[in-house]
């Protein structure tokens, strides 16, 4: 059964930093990929990056040169750095799983549509 774990939530003040973890369980082919959404509210949910096994990244204009997408050696854990936050980045953040097979040797996506797992989520307010 595919898992999905965030931490790495808080409060943080406008131009800090957060480190957002993601533990992905019960999958072991390395053929998936990984993103990170974010929903702040009364807003629609955001893609923000994402991680194709294969090696692809993506992020999304908001978020570029600000936050980087990376994966730990075991390949069971996946982070989000985040700097330079703003207020605007306050929400809602979420890992999501792409295991169809295939999935790791293509671009990666920022479409929710296409993420089978989900999970729990972790807030990041960024506020003063």
């Known amino acids: 059964q595919v898992q999905l774990e965030e931490s790495g939530g808080g409060l943080v003040q406008p131009g800090g930093s957060l480190r957002l973890s993601c533990v992905f369980s019960?999958?072991?082919?390395?053929?998936?990929?990984i993103a990170w959404f974010r929903q702040a509210p009364g807003k629609e949910r955001e893609g923000v990056s994402c991680f194709a096994s294969g090696g692809n990244t993506d992020y999304a204009d908001s978020v570029k040169g600000r936050f980087t997408i990376s994966r730990d050696n075991d390949k069971k854990t996946f982070y989000l750095q985040m700097n330079n936050l703003t207020p605007n980045d306050t929400g809602e953040y979420s890992c999501?799983?792409?295991?169809?097979?295939?999935?790791?040797?293509?671009?990666?996506?920022?479409?929710?549509?296409?993420?089978?797992?989900w999970g729990q989520g972790t807030q990041v307010t960024v506020s003063s």
């Open positions: 999501a799983a792409d295991v169809n097979v295939g999935t790791g040797r293509l671009p990666c996506l920022l479409s929710h549509r296409i993420y089978d797992y």
């Open positions: 019960g999958f072991s082919r390395d053929d998936y990929a």
